[in-house]
C-alpha cells in the first residue's frame, strides 16, 4: 500500500510551522489512496523538531540525524530523502513550498523516477487516476495536472492547506539508518540571516506591505514599522521595493517570491502588478492604500482608499491604537 | 570557459493572460512572446562571465520554429551560438525538458550550466534542479551573485532568511534569480550580427531521448475572481469597516 512521506523543514533547530500544511496535504493524500503518512525530520542534533512532529497522527517520524547533514545541500538531502522513502516504502513525498522544497524536490523526483507537481493547491477527486490543481502563469490560470507515473512527488503552496492541528498523543520516532555521503563538490560557505523580531511572512496572520511609492529606506521603514507593530503585523514588500535595496529579498511577495494569504493584508503605496497579486491575492481581507485611484491593487481590495501613505498611516495606527485600547 | 545558458520563449510576463472560451488553453491571438526574464538574467550572467575569463556562451531552446526569434535575441545579446531542439510546449513537462537538455549539456560539454530560476509561463521551478540531478551534478539555485575562480563557482542565493553562499566544484548548474545583474539590451549592429550567428536544429530523437512525459495537464480553469469591494472616504472608516464588518481587529 502506499505510503505519503512529508519531508519536514527545521530551521533555527525548530521544526518550521510551515511544515503543518504539507501534512495537511499528507492526510488528505493518504485518505484518497486508502494508505497512511508519516514525517521524515534530517539534519544534525534534530531531536527536538522530530519531537515536535511527533503530535501530528503520522504513522512515524523517521529521523536521519548525521553530521555530514549539518547544513542543507541539494544534493545530498536528494539521496537521503529518496532512500528514505524507499526504505519506508513511500510512493508520494511531499513538502511545502518554500526555498529549501523548491531547491530539493525536483532532485528527490529525478532519484525516485516520479513526476513531480509543483505549487499544488488542491487534489482533484476521489479515486486514480489522482489529479491536482497548480496555478500557472502567476496565478491567472489554474491547471489541472495527472501524475503518470506510479510514483510523485509534491510541493504544497502552504496559503492553500491550512496548518495540521496536533492529533492528540505520539507517533513513534524512528531512526533510520541511512548512511550520508556528503557531496565533496560542494562546499556551504556562510549564510548571512535577516535579523528580524517579526513574525515570519509565511505564518502572520496580518502582513502590512509596502511598494515604490514609499520612496526610500527610511520612508519604508518609517511608515510600515508602526503598523507594523500596532497590528503584530510581518512586513512583506514588492520586487521594486527589493531590488532598489530597500527591503531583503526574504521579504518579496510575488509570482518569485513568496505566496501569502494571511486573514488581513494591507498594501501601501503599490500598484498591484500581476506579478504581485500571484503572491496575495488570495489574503481573507485585502486592504489599499494608494494615492492613484487606478491603481489596479483596488480592483482585489476588499477596502481601498486613496490617500497619501504618509499622511494615511500614521492616521491610522492612531485609530488602531484607539480602536485596540478601548 | 565554456558556458551553456538556456533560451526560453515564453508569453509577455506583463500581458494579461486569459483562457479560450472551451478552456482548451490560453487565448494567444494577439498575444506577444519575449525571452522568459529569468533566462535573461542567466544569459547577461554568462555572457559577462565569458567576458570577463574567455571562451564561448552557447544559447539553447526547447521550442517550436517560433523561439528561434528568442534564440536570436539570446546570440544578439552575446551567445555565440544557438541549439534548437524543436519539440512544442504541449509535448514536454518538466521531467523531458531537463532530460533533452541533460544530452545536449553531455554533447556540449561546458564547465557551468545556466538557467533561470523558474519559467514565468508555467511557474513549476524544476528545470534545473532536475537536469543536475539527471547529471549527478552540483547547484546553486536562485542566484544574485556569481564569481568563479579556478574550478570553482561562489555563488549567493537567496533563500528564507536571508542570503546563503555555497562553493561548487566545477562543472556545475546555476539557476538565475532577478536581482543577479540587468540584462543587457541588444543593440542594433548585435541583432543584425545575430541574424548570421549558427543555429543547430535538433531533435529529441537526434539526442536519443525518448518524449514521454511523467506528468499531463488534463485541463484549465480560470481562477476564481474577487468580488469587488469598497471604496472608503476616511481613515476612521476604514478602521469602522475592519472592526466591526471584516472583523480583522
Ligand atoms: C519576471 C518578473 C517577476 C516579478 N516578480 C515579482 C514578485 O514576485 N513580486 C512583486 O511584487 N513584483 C514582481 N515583479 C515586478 C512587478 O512587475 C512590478 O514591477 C512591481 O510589483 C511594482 O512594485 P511597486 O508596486 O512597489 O511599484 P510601482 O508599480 O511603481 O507602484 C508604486 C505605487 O505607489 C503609489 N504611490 C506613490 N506614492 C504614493 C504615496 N505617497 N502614497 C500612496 N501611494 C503612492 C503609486 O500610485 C503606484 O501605484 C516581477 C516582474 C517580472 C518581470
Ligand atoms: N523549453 C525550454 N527551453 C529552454 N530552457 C527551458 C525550457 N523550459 C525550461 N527551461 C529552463 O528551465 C528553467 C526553469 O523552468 P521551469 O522549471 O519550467 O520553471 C527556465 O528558467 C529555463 O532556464
Redesign the interface.
Known sequence: MADVLVVAEV?QGRLRKTTLSAITFARQLASRIGGGFSVLVLGKGVSGPAQEAAAFGAKAVHVVDAPALEHY???TW?AVVAEAATRVGADFVAATS???A??????V???MN??????VTAIVGDAPPL?FKR???????????????PKAVFSVRGAEFDAAAAAGGASPVQALAIPVTA????????????ISERPDL?EAS?IVSGGRGLRDKQGFEGVLNPLADALHAAIGAT?AV??AGIA???LQIG??G?VVAP??YIGVALSG???HLAGM?NS????AINKDPEAPI??????????DAFK?VP??VE??R???GA | MKILVTAKRV?D??A????KPDGSG?ETAGLEYKLNP?CENALEAAISLVEAHGGEAVAVTLGDDAAVQNLRTALAMGAARGIQVKVTDAEL???LT?RILARVFEAEKPDLFLLG??A????????G??V???LG???A??A?KIQVTDGKV?VT?????????????LP?VITA???LNQPRLPKLPDILKAKRKEVKTLTPADLGVEAT???????????PQ?A?????K???E??E???NE?K??
Open positions: 530551521a545541500i541539494a544534493s536528494a518554500s526555498t529549501f523548491r531547491d530539493l524536490l525536483p532532485r523526483a529525478a532519484r516520479a513526476g513531480m507537481v509543483s505549487e489529479r496555478p500557472m502563469w502567476a496565478g491567472n490560470v489554474i491547471a489541472t495536472v495527472e501524475v503518470k507515473t557531496d565533496p563538490k560542494v562546499r556551504y560557505a556562510g549564510f548571512a540571516a535577516t509565511t496580518v520586487r527589493v531590488d531583503p529579498n526574504d509570482q518569485t513568496k486573514n488581513l502588478a500581476i506579478q491575492k481573507k481581507v485585502i486592504v483596488f480592483s482585489v481590495a476588499d477596502y481601498g482608499l486613496v490617500a494615511a492616521e491610522l485609530e488602531i484607539k480602536v485596540r | 508569453t510576463p506583463d494579461k493572460i486569459r483562457l490560453i529569468f513537462d518538466s521531467d531537463a530560476k523558474q514565468v509561463d508555467g511557474d513549476s521551478n524544476q528545470v534542479q532536475l543536475a540531478e539527471v551534478l552540483p547547484q539555485c536562485f544574485s561562489l542565493r537567496e533563500v528564507d532568511g536571508g542570503l546563503e553562499t555555497l562553493e561548487l566544484t556545475a534569480d532577478l536581482r512525459r511523467k506528468v499531463e495537464t488534463v485541463s484549465y480553469e480560470a481562477p474577487r469587488g469591494g469598497v471604496r472608503v476616511t481613515v476612521q476604514l478602521v469597516k475592519l472592526k471584516a480583522v481587529l
